[in-house]
T-cell receptor, first 114, second 116 residues
């Protein structure tokens, strides 16, 4: 069965500093991997996704993620965070055929300080 | 383009009461999902519809939860009777189709349910 682990429950970062959120997955085949962001009172928004090909994936809002098969990781990065990046971030792995079969991690809460 | 609409935004009920949530997906989206997001956890799929048919309801607690999508558009999710552990945010999402490759699922703002 597939699973997703986000080791960091909470991260505090200064505005303008870099951000990296960790995600480790367990899946038997080639995974489909996703990062979502959830702002307070909002639904989930897709930041980026990896299906195949280039292991460095660019997303919206200046985010990127790197797929490392050897480490079973799909870490999310942003070079310089903005106060508006404060939110909860979810990593998810897909079973392959449907958006409804996503397995989400528990999420990482990001706080941005001035 | 209007997003996925959900109502109500918040609901507080006593245990053993019933409650219903409503979802209006993005126009033209054939696939609709209901997710349950318990505090401190990621969302978990409860049920997936393709048009007005159920594709997957394997994680829906059918003894107390029910869902329908009449006419393949709006959907309602009902809990009867509610338990304390049903306190969660219920998210509705829709996508043009099921496939992952050339589309994405769009989420509503959710309904926060508190069972006391």
């Amino acid at each position: 069965a597939q699973s997703v682990t986000q080791p960091d429950i909470h991260i505090t970062v200064s505005e303008g500093a870099s951000l990296e959120l960790r995600c480790n997955y367990s899946y038997g085949a080639t995974p489909y991997l996703f990062w979502y962001v959830q702002s307070p009172g909002q639904g989930l928004q897709l930041l980026l996704k990896y299906f195949s090909g280039d292991t460095l994936v660019q997303g919206i809002k200046g985010f990127e993620a790197e797929f490392k098969r050897s480490q079973s990781s799909f870490n999310l990065r942003k070079p310089s965070v903005h106060w508006s990046d404060a939110a909860e971030y979810f990593c998810a792995v897909g079973a392959g055929d449907s958006w409804g079969k996503l397995q989400f991690g528990a999420g990482t809460q990001v706080v941005v300080t001035p | 383009e209007a997003g996925v609409a959900q109502s109500p935004r918040y609901k507080i009920i006593e245990k053993r009461q019933s409650v219903a949530f409503w979802c209006n997906p993005i126009s033209g989206h054939a696939t609709l999902y209901w997710y349950q997001q318990i505090l401190g956890q990621g969302p978990k799929l409860l049920i997936q519809f393709q048009n007005n048919g159920v594709v997957d309801d394997s994680q829906l607690p059918k003894d107390r939860f029910s869902a329908e999508r009449l006419k393949g558009v709006d959907s309602t999710l009902k809990i009867q009777p509610a338990k304390l552990e049903d306190s969660a945010v219920y998210l509705c999402a829709s996508s043009p189709g099921q496939g992952l490759m050339n589309t994405e699922a769009f989420f509503g703002q959710g309904t926060r349910l508190t069972v006391v």
